[in-house]
């Protein structure tokens, strides 16, 4: 069972960027597939981006491609979000999940739901200004 830890949220001005790390700790983090959610006051929580076990497959919302990237180090437990080029519309509550179907692939994982995820971090709070 894994645990996970989101920080590097915060506020910044539009067009800035952010990292945000997720920490996992409690299991072999190769052998899920992670992502990052965010949810917006007054809004469902929302698919942003998620990446395989081993990095194999990365996939993004239309909101995010071009501007954040998702990545994983597993020697470390960690997945990472760069969110460049922010927008007021990026303000949200950022959260990390994890799921262990599949074993980390995505066999069979309907990866942009967030039903489809077991684990889930506290969330990161992200505040673009105009």
């Known amino acids: 069972q894994v645990q996970l830890v989101e920080s590097g949220g915060g506020l910044v001005q539009a067009g800035g960027s952010l990292r945000l790390s997720c920490a996992a700790s409690?299991?072999?983090?190769?052998?899920?597939?992670a992502a990052w959610f965010r949810q917006a006051p007054g809004k469902a929580r929302e698919f942003v981006a998620a990446?395989?076990?081993?990095?194999?497959?990365?996939s993004y919302a239309d909101s995010a491609t071009g501007r954040f990237t998702i990545s994983r180090d597993n020697a470390k437990n960690t997945v990472d979000l760069q969110v460049n080029s922010l927008k007021p519309e990026d303000t949200a509550v950022y959260y990390c999940a994890a799921s262990s179907s599949g074993g980390g692939t995505w066999l069979g994982l309907r990866y942009t739901t967030a039903g489809s995820y077991g684990y889930w971090g506290q969330g990161t709070q992200v505040t673009v200004s105009s």
């Open positions: 409690g299991g072999t983090f190769s052998r899920y597939v």
């Open positions: 990446i395989s076990g081993t990095s194999v497959r990365s």
